[in-house]
């Protein structure tokens, strides 16, 4: 988690297990309604990767490890539920901390300050991937 004057380093999401590769393919943009978010996760039992998706309209996305970073749990207690009822900001639901989409950085609740760590994504033909490092230099 980086302090609140330096934004998170995009590529930390790489060092947890079951992370999946850069250039991941994760679904069809369309799968995510404008203003919402969907979880994607890899492998199972205890150390699942656990990432969510918001879309903010057109081909805008953005990319997050499902991880508060005041309490170290998912940020969704239900299915599917990331952002706070006018879907302005991504919110955990434990504890109803907020963080600026765009960003990812905490701006109220117990997270105040503090951000999100990001996992890259883009979309190819309609299709949302998870980006390798030339991809986002180029972006």
Not at 30 to 43: C, L
Not at 54 to 83: A, E, I, T, W
């Amino acid at each position: 988690m980086a302090d609140a004057l330096s934004k998170p380093d995009p590529w930390l999401w790489r060092t947890r297990p079951r992370a999946p590769m850069p250039g991941a393919e994760l679904g069809p943009l369309d799968e995510i309604a404008v203003g919402s978010a969907k979880e994607y996760v890899f492998g199972r039992g205890t150390t699942v990767f656990s990432m969510f998706v918001v879309r903010q309209g057109g081909d805008r996305v953005y990319g997050y490890l499902n991880l508060c970073p005041h309490y170290s749990q998912p940020l969704n207690y239900r299915k599917g539920m990331f952002m706070n009822d006018d879907g302005s900001r991504i919110r955990c639901t434990m504890h109803f901390a907020e963080f600026r989409v765009e960003d990812g950085y905490g701006v109220s609740g117990a997270a105040e300050r503090c951000w999100l760590d990001p996992v890259p994504v883009l979309v190819k033909d309609g299709i949302l991937h998870i980006a390798t490092p030339e991809e986002w230099e180029a972006k």
